[in-house]
């Protein structure tokens, strides 16, 4: 009999044989902070661009869609990623500041969520990053807009093979 797609999807492996310790009562008390060291740790395991995530966001109805997208920096504004400000996400964004951002490092067996408000970074911000693109031939794009996801929590999962996987989590007491 040949095999079911419910049977082929239940077959296929998880996580590698190795995963990294991670002990949240050694974790930093910045979130940001907790974040480079997993990001260096996913750089050193050979994790394809570990700058990527998914981008969810809400129409003024609160009807969810999402996309993948690059990080572009962490700093006090929040963590900023950029896209038109006509596309879908942008045209959501306008209409309902809130977004959540999901990476996802499958060879170590982590998750990094956060979610919380988006601000419209300065005119500057945007046209500079526009420019640094890879590819950018010195056309501006006034559409181009860098946003900033300023967080009111973010979760750090770290898959276990004993199953107690490990969630850590930051609430807005840890955002300045
Ligand atoms: C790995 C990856 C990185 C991407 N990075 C960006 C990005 O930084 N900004 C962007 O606007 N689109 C990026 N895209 C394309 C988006 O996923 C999406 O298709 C596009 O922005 C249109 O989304 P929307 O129609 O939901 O607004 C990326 C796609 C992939 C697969």
């Not at 040949?2 to 239940?10: A, K, N, P, W, Y």
């Not at 996400?89 to 919380?116: C, D, S």
């Not at 006034?142 to 973010?154: F, G, S």
Request: with cysteine.
């Amino acid at each position: 009999m040949s095999q079911t797609f419910r049977q082929l999807l239940r077959a296929l492996p998880d996580f590698p044989e190795t995963l990294p310790d991670f002990d949240p009562d050694t974790a930093p008390a910045d979130p940001a902070e907790l974040f480079r060291q997993w990001l260096d740790e996913a750089l050193a395991a050979g994790v394809p661009q570990p700058n990527a995530c998914s981008l969810a966001t809400a129409d003024v109805l609160g009807r969810p869609s999402s996309r993948m997208l690059i990080l572009k920096d962490i700093d006090d504004e929040g963590w900023h990623f950029a896209t038109s400000r006509e596309s879908r996400k942008g045209q959501e964004l306008t209409a309902n500041p809130h977004a959540a951002l999901n990476f996802f490092w499958q060879q170590q067996g982590r998750q990094v969520r956060v979610a919380g408000s988006v601000v419209e970074l300065s005119r500057e911000a945007s046209a500079s990053d526009w420019h640094a693109r890879p590819g950018a031939d010195g056309t501006d794009n006034p559409t181009w807009q860098l946003y900033a996801v300023r967080p009111r929590e973010i979760e750090f999962w770290q898959a276990r093979h004993d199953r107690r996987h490990t969630r850590h989590r930051y609430g807005l007491e840890s955002f300045s």
